[in-house]
């Protein structure tokens, strides 16, 4: 069983970005700019349009003469979270260094800047290692085949891909350390909570394209969860999609879902699921949620806890709603050889 990490599994299945047909159409979408590569996230400022792009680890606000680079993150390595407070005077990002892994939450707020250290508290907490992964009770046969994922808990790892403002701070979605975090107004870190291990049961048809002995079909894989955004309801919860960990692609079949969080207990409840790549997702005033399936090429919503399409968006990366209107990313696509074919763009949705 391959365990996926977030940033490599887009890059490596840019091109392989499916087009559903049939899917409800909203209106033609009007693109604020097609200067992007890896638009992660989107955030919108009185007005004014911003894009944390993952590929070239930058935060740009949408001119209509181009792109105005606000911030950059390290190289290698990646800006993925981006939120306003709701004032409007503070700005947070997430960043990711390929090189050291180091992992921080930047609050730039007028001229002050304060950097928050993630992967250090990960590093010191490693809040998902309740969490038991892998196969419970694993015979020699699927230890043998699985290696040390046949059952393992939470490893220390962190990939913050987004965040949202929460009272006087902030609250991230780390995708590599499967929790939610909060960030408070001084800079200090605590988990407000972590999410559930993602079972499924492991068909001979997932077992083939793995190459794993038949042992291990039948059996009942603990999958991580792989948070990649947060946003708060007008309920008071907050919402998050979730990858479905190991293989984050179509391979293992539709398996991305949504959770609703209690801020308050961190108790945790899976809404809706059956997503292909739930990378994003946004939240209306009246409660509709809007998501992102990069895999499925749509903006879909929430019926009877299972994916409906509401706009075909081939590479639907990030979906965010502000003042009556919801913005939308796409990622660019990519030939085999790694040559871009379409460039990623932000929209505006009717």
């Not at 499924?200 to 002995?213: C, R």
Request: hydrophobic residues 35%.
């Amino acid at each position: 069983m391959v365990r996926g990490r977030l940033t490599t599994t887009m890059a490596a299945t840019a091109a392989l970005l499916l087009s559903t047909a049939g899917a409800a159409s909203a209106g033609e979408p009007t693109v604020l700019t097609d200067e992007v590569l890896g638009p992660f996230n989107i955030a919108v400022d009185d007005g004014g349009v911003y894009v944390a792009d993952g590929f070239t680890s930058t935060i740009s606000r949408i001119r209509s003469t181009g792109l105005e680079t606000k911030a950059t993150g390290p190289d290698p390595g990646d800006v993925a979270g981006l939120a306003f407070n709701r004032s409007g005077d503070a700005m947070a990002y997430t960043t990711t260094s390929y090189e050291n892994g180091t992992s921080t939450l930047t609050i730039k707020h007028g001229d002050t800047t304060e950097v928050v250290d993630l992967s250090a508290f990960e590093s010191n907490r490693n809040p998902d290692k309740r969490n038991e992964y892998g196969i419970n009770s694993a015979s020699q046969c699927v230890k043998d085949a699985l290696g040390e994922f046949a059952e393992y808990t939470g490893i220390v790892e962190s990939h913050p891909y987004a965040v949202t403002a929460w009272k006087d701070g902030w609250i991230v979605a780390d995708a590599a350390g499967n929790d939610l975090l909060e960030v408070d107004e001084d800079g200090d870190v605590s988990v407000l909570a972590v999410l559930p291990t993602q079972p499924e049961k492991i068909t001979q048809e997932m077992a083939d394209h793995e190459g794993l002995p038949s042992c291990v079909v039948g059996e009942t894989y603990r999958f991580e969860p792989v948070p990649t955004d947060v946003e708060w309801g007008p309920d008071g919860k907050l919402y998050v999609t979730t990858l479905p960990g190991g293989p984050e692609d179509p391979s293992f079949g539709d398996r991305g879902s949504v959770y609703k969080v209690d801020p308050s207990s961190g108790d945790t409840d899976r809404i809706a699921t059956g997503f292909a790549g739930a990378t994003n997702l946004a939240v209306a005033p009246g409660g509709k949620i809007y998501v992102a399936e990069l895999f499925g090429g749509q903006i879909s919503t929430i019926k009877d806890g299972k994916p409906h399409a509401w706009m075909s968006l081939e590479g639907a990366l990030a979906v965010e709603y502000s003042d009556g209107h919801l913005y939308a990313s796409t990622m660019a696509q990519m030939d085999d050889t790694g040559n871009i074919t379409a460039p990623g763009t932000v929209v505006k949705l009717t």
